[in-house]
């Protein structure tokens, strides 16, 4: 009898450990269920084709609804990276089991992104990343002239970590002339941040 008791025991103990391991969030169900308005150039079916694909070890590339090419570049369980189009990128990073953070890159050619919030049912969470301000990214001796004309466009670049829950900003300069370039080259850093 307390064979048959243990035995039970340990059966149920066995299914709890399972269907907790089979509760658990994955950025790859969160992008497959992605609503159409987030991904406009991508169907559902796209997206499954990427993550069969990847998941197999195969090149994640599809035909969008532009008969562009569409590539799925890193998938792992908290983190992708999403080639939308020539000129878009897409990472997504699970932050916990309830929250994700999307960057969406634009590069035409200088390179500025978007950060946005959400839990896993894409609802978007109020809370935000902020940018940094023009003025963190620059040594103190860097020229007026050069500094305003970052200041009237602050083009910034994000960047999520693969393996960890950090967001990187990069200050883009190409939109300054070359000898802005020039005096500012050496006095711009980049920021690292952890996401909330």
């Avoid at 590339?61 to 897409?90: A, G, M, P, T």
Wanted: aromatic letters at 8%.
């Amino acid at each position: 009898m307390r064979r048959l008791v243990f035995f039970l025991f340990i059966l149920s103990m066995f299914n709890v450990q399972c269907s907790i391991l089979n509760a658990q969030t994955r950025i790859r169900d969160i992008y497959a269920e992605a609503p159409d308005s987030i991904f406009p150039l991508l169907t559902k079916n796209n997206r499954l084709d990427q993550i069969d694909f990847r998941e197999n070890n195969m090149k994640a590339d599809v035909k969008n609804k532009f008969e562009d090419h569409s590539e799925l570049l890193i998938l792992s369980e908290r983190y992708l990276k999403l080639q939308l189009s020539k000129h878009c990128i897409v990472e997504m990073r699970l932050l916990n089991d309830s929250t994700f953070c999307m960057v969406q890159t634009y590069n035409a050619p200088a390179s500025d992104s978007q950060i946005r919030l959400f839990d896993t049912s894409w609802n978007e969470l109020p809370q935000t990343v902020e940018r940094p301000s023009v003025d963190e990214f620059l040594s103190e001796d860097v020229d007026i002239d050069v500094r305003l004309a970052l200041q009237a466009l602050p083009l910034i670049k994000a960047s999520l970590s693969e393996n960890s829950e950090t967001v990187t900003f990069e200050l883009q300069t190409s939109e300054l002339t070359r000898e802005q370039r020039q005096k500012v080259e050496g006095k711009v850093h980049d920021i690292s941040r952890l996401l909330p």
